[in-house]
C-alpha cells in the first residue's frame, strides 16, 4: 500500500518518552516497583479551585460544544493578566496571545507554519525535543547550538557561521533550561534581541519554567526586553507553572505577525479547546497565585535531598535555580543510555538519558523531581548504592561503554 509514510517523516522514530512506556509497563507488571523520574510531570495537583472551577462549568449544558479557535477573549485576557502582573509586560488579548494545547502542540505547529525546506532552525543541544522534530518534519535543517557547563550552559551566538547565519529562519531558547536546569541572565537575552535583529530572524523563547524558580531568582519573560515583540514570540504553558501538565494548557505571545500564521495554521489543525477546560486555565492564572512560591519550595527541598546524595557520590551536578530537573554527570566508562537502561533493569529507577536531548548530551543524566520525597529518597538510595558498586568493580558482567 502506498501512503503510509510521507517524505517529511523519513527519520522521524516514536518520541523516547512514548517509547519508554510499554518499558516501564512491562516492569510494572511484573512486579517491579518502578520510580519515574525521566519524565517532567508533575506529581502536585493543581489548586482545589482550579479543579471546582472545571467540573462548575463541565456540569453546564451548554459548555460541551465546539469553541473559538483562538479560546475565548477571557482566556487571553487572563493570559495578558498573568503577564502584566508577573513580567509587567503588556499584551494585546487580541494580536498577540494565542491559546494553545499544551505549548508543545504550539512549538510543533509554529515550526510547520514558519519553516521551509532549506532554511535553518538553530536548536539549543541539549534541548527539549519538539524543536528538532517540529524543524525536521517541516523540511528546515536543525542546527544545533551547543550548551556547554563552561559557558553555563548558554549558547554561543558567535558561533554561527555567517554563511549558516544568513539563512537561519528561527532560533529556539528555552530558560530556565530542559533539561539542564541552567537559567539566563538579562544580558544574554539582549544579546539574543540584538543577534536576531541584526541577522532578521526570529527568536522563539520557550518559558515554561518561568514560574518554578529557587532561592529567590525570578525567570524573565524575553518580552521584558525592548524591541522583543519586533523579532520575538514566546511559549508558555500551565503544565509545569500550576501542576496541570495533563490538562493542556499553553500560550504563545508576542510579535502578532508570527502569531498570526500560527493561528492561521491552527484553524485547520484543530478545534479550538474544551470550555470547562478555559475557565479553570482562568481561575488558575487570575486566582491566588501565592502557592507557587510553596509549591516551589517542596521542588527546592526535593532538589537539595538529590543534591546531598550526588554530593557524597562525588558526582559532578548543577544545582538549579529553575525549572524540575537535576542534571549531572554518568559514571565514567557509561554512555547515559546504557547507564539508565541498566538502572531501570537492575534498580526499578527510570531517568533520562542525557543524550535523548543532542550529542552535547552524551555523559550526563537528567533526574526529574517530580515525585514525593519519600520516593525520590528511595530512588536516590537505590541508585547510590548499585552507582557504588558498579564504581568498586563488584557488579560483573554489566555492559560498560
Ligand atoms: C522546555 C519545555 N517546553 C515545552 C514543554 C511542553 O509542555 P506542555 O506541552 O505540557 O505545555 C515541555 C514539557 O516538558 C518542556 O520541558
Known amino acids: 500500500m502506498r501512503g503510509i509514510r510521507s517524505r517529511r517523516m523519513e527519520g522521524l522514530e516514536v518520541q ?16 517491579v516497583d518502578v520510580i519515574r523520574l525521566d519524565i517532567g510531570s508533575p506529581d502536585l495537583p493543581p489548586t482545589q479551585r482550579v479543579i471546582d472551577a472545571l467540573s462548575r462549568s463541565a456540569r453546564r449544558e451548554t459548555h460541551h ?27 494585546d488579548p487580541d494580536q498577540e496571545i494565542v491559546p494553545l494545547l499544551g505549548s508543545k502542540e504550539g512549538i510543533f505547529h509554529l515550526c510547520q507554519a514558519i519553516l521551509n525546506p532549506g532554511d535553518v532552525a538553530l536548536i539549543p543541544d541539549p534541548g527539549y525535543l ?9 523540511g528546515a535543517e536543525p542546527t544545533f547550538l551547543a550548551l556547554r557547563k563552561e559557558n553555563d550552559y548558554l549558547p554561543d551566538l558567535g558561533e554561527v557561521p555567517e554563511e549558516i547565519a544568513e539563512r537561519v529562519r528561527v532560533l529556539w531558547l528555552n530558560y530556565p533550561n530542559n533539561p539542564t536546569g541552567a537559567v539566563a541572565n538579562e544580558h544574554f537575552f539582549e544579546q539574543v534581541l540584538s543577534f536576531a535583529s541584526q541577522h532578521d530572524i526570529l527568536v522563539c523563547h520557550d518559558a515554561a519554567y518561568s514560574s518554578v524558580t529557587y532561592d529567590g531568582y525570578r525567570a524573565p519573560s524575553i518580552l521584558e526586553f525592548p524591541g522583543a515583540k519586533e523579532v520575538a514570540v514566546e511559549f508558555n504553558t500551565l503544565s509545569k507553572s500550576h501542576n496541570m501538565a495533563g490538562w493542556r494548557v499553553g500560550v504563545a505571545v508576542g510579535n502578532s505577525r508570527v502569531l498570526s500564521s500560527l493561528y492561521t495554521l491552527k484553524t485547520h489543525a484543530d478545534s ?6 478555559m475557565e479553570a486555565g482562568i481561575e488558575a492564572l487570575t486566582g491566588d497565585q501565592e502557592w507557587i512560591e510553596e509549591r516551589n519550595k517542596v521542588y527546592r527541598q526535593r532538589r537539595d535531598l538529590v543534591a546531598a546524595v550526588l554530593q557524597d557520590l562525588g558526582v559532578d551536578y548543577l544545582l538549579p535555580k529553575g525549572a524540575i530537573y537535576m542534571w549531572f554527570s554518568c559514571p565514567t566508562g557509561w554512555t547515559s543510555t546504557r547507564f539508565a537502561q541498566a538502572l531501570l533493569r537492575r534498580t526499578g529507577v527510570s531517568l533520562a538519558p542525557g543524550s535523548i536531548f543532542g ?25 547510590a548504592d548499585w552507582w557504588s558498586e558498579i564504581s568498586t568493580g563488584e557488579l560483573k558482567g554489566e555492559p560498560h561503554g
Open 65 to 91: 460544544g465546539y469553541q473559538p479557535h483562538k479560546g475565548i477573549l477571557p482566556l487571553r485576557e487572563a493570559w495578558a493578566s498573568f503577564y502584566r502582573q508577573r513580567f509587567k509586560v503588556e499584551l
Open 359 to 383: 550529542d552535547q548530551g552524551e555523559g550526563f543524566i537528567r533526574l526529574s523531581l517530580c515525585a514525593p520525597e519519600h520516593r525520590l529518597a528511595d530512588a536516590m538510595k537505590r541508585m
Open 130 to 138: 519538539t524543536y528538532e522534530s517540529g524543524a525536521s518534519v517541516s
Open 272 to 277: 479550538g479547546q474544551f470550555l470547562p477546560i
Open 16 to 31: 523516547y518518552f512514548a517509547g519508554l512506556v510499554p518499558v516501564i509497563d512491562q516492569l510494572l507488571s511484573s512486579g
